[in-house]
């Protein structure tokens, strides 16, 4: 990373007190652009109902572009990181309780199918989306046909039409 911006992995680490500062910030600034990303997504909404709250926070995370790439990246080195690293695992733990905790919310706002438990119906739409960037990257999917599979899924779980 700091080679793509010109500067040297010394001159980059001389601004933190050690490595773990630095992975840090890493992590934070990656999921505070992703953050604002989907944000400003849902912002663009015309009538942000549940059900499009989740379609374009979908479409953002599947969005085959440079940045999110970049952000494929970043958390694959993390998730090995996390396998050694107690501390980030339970980061990146906190991270997926608040994103279930989100969509439950919207799913249960969407209205679900009656059959479908909200917790349950979230993680499983959080199991779709954190994996299939990973399928987009290794070109097992494709953005839409990945963008596909969440649809068709929320409108099988869910009383309100999603795209």
């Given at each position: 990373?700091?080679?793509?911006?010109?500067?040297?992995?010394?001159?980059?680490?001389?601004?933190?007190?050690?490595?773990?500062?630095?992975?840090?910030?890493?992590?934070?600034?990656?999921?505070?652009?992703?953050?604002?990303?989907?944000?400003?997504?849902?912002?663009?909404?015309?009538?942000?109902t549940p059900a499009a709250i989740l379609d374009a926070l979908a479409d953002?995370?599947?969005?085959?572009?440079?940045?999110?790439?970049?952000?494929?990246?970043?958390?694959?080195?993390?998730?090995?990181?996390?396998?050694?690293?107690?501390?980030?695992?339970?980061?990146?733990?906190?991270?997926?309780?608040?994103?279930?905790?989100?969509?439950?919310?919207?799913?249960?706002?969407?209205?679900?199918?009656?059959?479908?438990?909200?917790?349950?119906?979230?993680?499983?739409?959080?199991?779709?989306?954190?994996?299939?960037?990973?399928?987009?990257?290794?070109?097992?999917?494709?953005?839409?046909?990945?963008?596909?599979?969440?649809?068709?899924?929320?409108?099988?779980?869910?009383?309100?039409?999603?795209?």
């Amino acid at each position: 990373m700091a080679q793509h911006v010109g500067m040297s992995m010394g001159t980059v680490q001389h601004y933190f007190a050690d490595r773990e500062a630095m992975l840090d910030f890493v992590l934070d600034y990656v999921q505070q652009q992703r953050t604002a990303r989907i944000e400003r997504a849902v912002q663009a909404l015309a009538t942000p109902t549940p059900a499009a709250i989740l379609d374009a926070l979908a479409d953002e995370i599947l969005t085959a572009d440079e940045t999110n790439q970049v952000f494929e990246r970043v958390n694959a080195m993390f998730l090995d990181r996390a396998r050694r690293h107690p501390a980030t695992a339970e980061r990146l733990g906190q991270g997926r309780a608040e994103v279930i905790r989100l969509f439950t919310g919207l799913l249960d706002g969407s209205g679900l199918n009656g059959r479908t438990e909200p917790v349950q119906a979230a993680g499983v739409l959080w199991a779709l989306l954190e994996s299939l960037p990973t399928a987009i990257t290794l070109g097992q999917h494709t953005s839409l046909s990945a963008r596909t599979v969440v649809h068709r899924h929320l409108a099988s779980i869910t009383k309100e039409t999603v795209r």
